[in-house]
């Protein structure tokens, strides 16, 4: 049987640096969105990478769940109208809402949480991202300046 960890480096941390994210607003964009199901219901499993300041290029996790109770899902439908910036309709398909999903601009809300002993950052809220989403539509008044809607990767 292969030694699948034969070769890989591993990082050793500094005991005396904070190496946490420290609780804050970060920009972020969407890099991956994946369906699963949990054990009641299922839920979208997001990758967020950060992409301003000294956390550039960490990465988050955050779940949107799709299913379960009234508040859960009173929650899921704020984080899909903050990351889509649109009202979510009942019958839209979830793969392509996780399509538009991807490379969406947003601000994860973090603070520090213990999880089985261990200190994490974990995402507690997003929110919409102005300043990235106002700078993608802004018109310079040229002919051949500013971003159209249609002309966006995502």
């Known amino acids: 049987m292969a030694d699948y960890l034969e070769g890989l480096e591993f990082i050793e941390?500094?005991?005396g640096v904070d190496s946490i994210m420290p609780d804050g607003e970060y920009e972020?964009?969407?890099y991956s969105a994946e369906l699963r199901q949990?054990?009641?219901s299922p839920y979208i499993a997001m990758q967020l990478i950060v992409t301003s300041g000294e956390y550039e290029d960490e990465m988050l996790f955050q779940n949107i769940v799709l299913g379960g109770s009234r508040i859960a899902q009173r929650i899921s439908k704020q984080n899909l109208h903050a990351l889509l910036q649109r009202d979510i309709k009942s019958k839209e398909k979830t793969a392509d809402i996780m399509?538009?999903?991807?490379?969406?601009?947003?601000?994860a809300i973090v603070k520090k949480d213990v999880y089985q002993g261990v200190e994490r950052p974990e995402?507690?809220?997003l929110k919409p991202w102005k300043k990235a989403t106002d700078a993608l539509f802004e018109d310079s008044g040229s002919?051949?300046?500013g971003t159209s809607k249609e002309e966006l990767p995502f």
């Open 28 to 30: 972020c964009v969407v």
């Open 13 to 15: 941390f500094d005991e």
């Open 123 to 125: 995402v507690k809220g």
């Open 38 to 40: 949990g054990r009641k």
């Open 143 to 145: 002919e051949e300046g």
């Open 99 to 107: 399509k538009e999903l991807l490379g969406k601009p947003i601000i």
